[in-house]
């Protein structure tokens, strides 16, 4: 059993920034390809940034330059950083083991001004 607990959303004016926190406890986390998604109202949940156990990362075309994605293995914990914010960011961010049934609970993050 895996649990993801997620933390760091909240209300941002657009041009700010967050920091979004994913800790994992329940099994081996530095061998795990984890992501991020979000879903927005009415939409489809979608792939926001995945990292692999080596540190390689992919972000969706619409965050790229944005959003930066880092592990830290030694505290089974996943980060995604999040600059420059847009409106069209505002969803509930999820934080996912790849591969796997685990996903955390959501994490709001709402841009406006």
């Known amino acids: 059993q895996v649990q993801l607990v997620e933390s760091g959303g909240g209300l941002v004016q657009p041009g700010g920034s967050l920091r979004l926190s994913c800790a994992a406890s329940?099994?081996?986390?530095?061998?795990?390809?984890m992501g991020w998604y979000r879903q927005a109202p009415g939409k489809q949940r979608e792939l926001v940034a995945l990292?692999?156990?080596?540190?390689?990362?992919n972000y969706a075309d619409s965050v790229k330059g944005r959003f930066t994605m880092s592990r830290d293995n030694a505290k089974s914990t996943v980060y995604l950083q999040m600059n420059s914010l847009k409106e069209e960011d505002t969803a509930v961010y999820y934080c996912?083991?790849?591969?796997?049934?685990?996903w955390g609970q959501g994490t709001q993050v709402t841009v406006s001004s």
């Open positions: 990292i692999t156990s080596g540190g390689g990362t």
């Open positions: 329940g099994s081996t986390f530095s061998g795990n390809v």
């Open positions: 996912h083991v790849q591969f796997s049934t685990y």
